[in-house]
């Protein structure tokens, strides 16, 4: 396609921007997309092997690097079912009901989003610290939240709150509920409705969610900084490990466990990419972060 | 008789659904929000005002408020033209860089974050190429500019390219047949289709780096008065246990969010009635 | 004006959807291109356009060769199905858009245009729509809109695609006689696309029926009706 004076007429568009435009965009977006993403992408590997292979497996081998692997793998298998679970019901509750206040309620799903990581971070210690009332109580008891796995699941929880239930919302409001109450008129009780009827109809749509959930529970950063605590060994997440040992300049160490959150960055966005393409009808339409 | 807060419905689950959404709700988000309100009105306004109203407070604020405004701006100018380009021309390597576009999504802000600093520290592969061309990146105001952008870059091309994608062939060529130039095409009848997808993108890009944390601190410098971020300073105040300082510019900050949140609904209302769809 | 359509064809691809044709149009005709889908006949309306060029032939008006000539020197009012109507503009906004779109030197005063959009208004007999947004018009109403705007730019003739097929039967009656109207009002040349044999046979002074890329037949209606040339013709207007 053409639009220079020397083109075959045939190839001609009548509301195509000229061929000179349309390579200068072109060139912009590639030249911008290769400065801001992928040369940081890059620059992460590149970092991990400046001592070479053996140097940059090494540092994920050791007590701290581990301890920090296990610990965020922990915080997603804790926090991204709680997510799930939550994300399937406020669904639910939102598309099969019809009640007052349901446009409030989809805002405050959405609240974490607009809000700082830092300040929900915050807000937690606030709440279960060991200066207020119920945190006091909690670490008498022996429960404590904040610097400790709970605080750091909760907060977790938190930033990655509206992930699952912002993409099925729109998927289920798409569907509307006639499947449902078919199988509800053919004697099917709830539950099984919503195993046989609903789940087959979301699943793509779910995973989507998860699969986002997943990636941003185990690389948040600054809500877990805050209430962490970042007790080495114990309470040092892989994010948290990164920002120690970059600090305390122990280069390779850090850009090896970022490689390994990269690749994590990298396969998510793989999977993503290949949901859209195989269940575009199945995932809403509409983006969401 | 008013309407009946939830209608009677055939729907299963009623109970269960809402009784976890509720609790969950309240639990997580409610609740330790809440706890920080009610901080802050313990502490009272005239405190709260007194922790912000200092130079080193009031230079964070508007140090993020400033820089964040500048990146989304780049991300809403950037943004359009990456979703008009990954919508409307087909060249190799095109899928790649559509599903590129969301690396910051999946990418830990630590990750991005000590990457940057890599990259445009002095002895970094950009940053030695600024040194000579004179310029300072890493560790001044310009290093956190560069994070802002590459954490806010998806939400425009994200909210724009769907309406890029929708708008009718119809409509560009009948501007044609009106003898309209292709420039005066674009400036008159798309980018207004385009407007208010771009400004709720341009929003959310806005409020996503106001509040960004992990992908700054390690590019910025972090000098008071110069290189410090407002989340920054919340984490230095909980790490001197000064929580009443932490919450009045944490509560400072909740306000800004909530401002952006009401502006986001309110360009969508607006779209809406103007243009009859978002 | 005159259009001479020569030995036009167009492929897409592989594909020909339009084999070499021949049409004479005389000034101030209306004629109606018919049948049914995939005949050709919005391809060759786009081609007359300027939205589509031609794999080979020419096409001339008043004698000239236009086949060249960018979809904006056409000066050829166009009217799309979907009407095509700038939903974040007014009426007033979405008529007056081509004299806007003018270069400086070309353009009419304000007070011009003003002038101009509020007769425009009156000949398609929707004085008052003038400050309403496309959303807030029905669907009759819109079409008349887009005719207007058509209008505005002082075409060289009027092309219109199916420009009753979205709109219900009853609608579709009295907007028939509209567009008669105004084509004998502005005497301007007008083609137009439909797949209904009863609107072209109403309306037009010359039908040409279509099909499979070629045509079949170019008369009068009542000739058409009297006398089909082809086995396709006599089938497609009793059907």
């Known amino acids: 396609m053409s639009d220079t004076p020397l083109a075959p007429l045939q190839f ?71 997510n799930a679970a939550f994300g399937i019901a406020a669904a639910w509750f939102i598309t099969k009901f019809d009640f007052r206040g349901k446009a409030f309620l989809i805002t405050l799903i959405d609240l974490p989003f607009s809000v700082s990581p830092v300040v929900a971070g915050l807000c937690i210690v606030l709440m279960f610290g060991a200066n207020s009332a119920l945190g006091g109580w909690l670490v008498a008891s022996g429960y404590p939240v904040v610097f400790a796995l709970p605080g750091i699941v909760l907060a977790t929880v938190f930033v990655t709150f509206p992930f699952v239930a912002r993409e099925l919302i729109p998927v289920m409001v798409e569907q509307g509920r006639a499947e449902e109450e078919a199988a509800l008129t053919l004697g099917a009780s709830g539950a099984r409705t919503f195993l046989t009827v609903t789940l087959p109809n979301i699943r793509w749509a779910l995973l989507y969610g998860v699969l986002l959930c997943n990636a941003r529970a185990m690389g948040e950063f600054g809500a877990v900084a805050v209430v962490s605590g970042k007790i080495r060994g114990q309470t040092a997440s892989i994010p948290i490990t990164i920002e120690m040992l970059y600090n305390e300049y122990l280069s390779v160490a850090a850009f090896s466990l970022a490689a390994l959150l990269a690749m994590l960055g990298l396969i998510t966005l793989l999977l993503k990419t290949i949901l859209e393409l195989r269940h575009a009808d199945q995932i809403a339409a509409t983006y969401h972060h | 008789m008013g309407r009946p807060l939830i209608h009677r419905s055939p729907m299963p689950g009623l109970g269960l659904s809402m009784g976890i959404t509720i609790t969950m709700l309240s639990l997580v988000v409610l609740l330790p929000i809440g706890a920080l309100l009610w901080k802050g009105a313990s502490f009272g306004l005239g405190n709260i005002w007194e922790t912000v109203n200092r130079p080193r407070v009031w230079a964070a604020l508007y140090l993020s408020f400033r820089l964040s405004l500048l990146a989304a701006l780049f991300n809403l100018v950037f943004g359009v033209v990456l979703a008009w380009v990954l919508a409307r021309y087909r060249f190799a390597g095109r899928r790649i860089l559509d599903a590129t576009v969301d690396l910051p999504f999946a990418l830990p802000t630590a990750v991005a974050g000590i990457a940057l600093a890599a990259l445009y520290a002095p002895n970094g592969a950009f940053g030695s190429l600024a040194k000579e061309l004179g310029f300072t990146i890493a560790y001044t105001q310009w290093g956190i500019f560069i994070a802002l952008i590459f954490v806010g870059l998806p939400f425009v091309t994200r909210t724009v390219q769907p309406v890029v994608e929708e708008i009718e062939r119809e409509v560009e060529e009948v501007s044609a047949t009106l003898g309209a130039s292709r420039l005066y095409t674009i400036m008159r009848v798309i980018m207004p289709m385009l407007t208010p997808a771009a400004l709720t993108g341009f929003a959310l890009a806005l409020a996503r780096a106001v509040g960004e944390y992990g992908s700054v601190i390690f590019i910025a410098g972090n000098i008071p008065l110069r290189t410090e971020i407002a989340p920054l300073l919340i984490v230095i105040q909980l790490e001197e246990f000064n929580y009443d300082a932490a919450s009045a510019i944490g509560i400072a900050m909740l306000l800004i969010s909530f401002a952006m949140l009401l502006a986001i609904n309110l360009i969508q209302v607006w779209s809406r009635r103007r243009i009859g769809y978002v | 004006m005159h259009i001479e359509i020569d030995e036009i064809s167009k492929a897409f691809g592989t594909t020909a959807a339009l084999h070499p044709v021949s049409l004479s149009i005389p000034s101030g005709a209306l004629v109606a291109l018919l049948g049914p889908s995939g005949s050709g006949k919005t391809t060759l309306l786009r081609i007359l356009g300027g939205l589509e060029f031609p794999s080979s032939g020419r096409v001339l008006f008043d004698g000239h060769d236009a086949t060249g000539l960018s979809v904006q020197e056409r000066r050829a009012g166009f009217v799309f199905q979907s009407y095509a109507l700038f939903r974040h503009m007014t009426v007033f906004e979405n008529i007056a858009y081509g004299l806007r779109a003018r270069p400086r030197a070309l353009r009419p005063t304000r007070a011009e245009i003003t002038r101009r959009v509020t007769k425009l208004l009156d000949l398609i007999q929707l004085p008052d729509i003038g400050p309403r947004y496309p959303s807030q018009l029905s669907g009759g109403q819109r079409q008349r809109v887009a005719l207007a705007r058509a209008l505005a730019i002082e075409p060289r003739m009027l092309l219109l695609d199916e420009p009753f097929g979205a709109l219900d039967a009853k609608v579709r009656k009295e907007l028939r006689s509209g567009l008669r109207e105004i084509h004998d009002e502005t005497g301007l040349t007008t083609v137009f696309v439909t797949h209904d044999q009863d609107e072209a046979m109403e309306l037009a002074d010359f039908v040409v029926v279509m099909s499979m890329g070629r045509i079949e037949q170019i008369g009068k209606p009542q000739d058409i009706r009297a006398r089909p040339a082809t086995a396709f013709v006599r089938e497609f207007i009793s059907g």
Request: aromatic content about 6%; overall charge positive.
């Open chain 1, 12 to 82: 001609r568009s009548a509301i195509a921007e000229p061929r000179a435009a349309r390579w200068a965009l072109i060139g912009i977006v590639v030249l911008g997309l290769g400065v801001l993403l992928f040369a940081p992408l890059i620059a992460v590997f590149a970092e991990a092997l400046t001592r070479g292979w053996a140097a940059a497996l090494a540092s994920l081998g050791n007590r701290d690097a581990r301890a920090a692997i296990k610990l965020t793998l922990t915080i997603a298998a804790i926090s991204v079912p709680l």
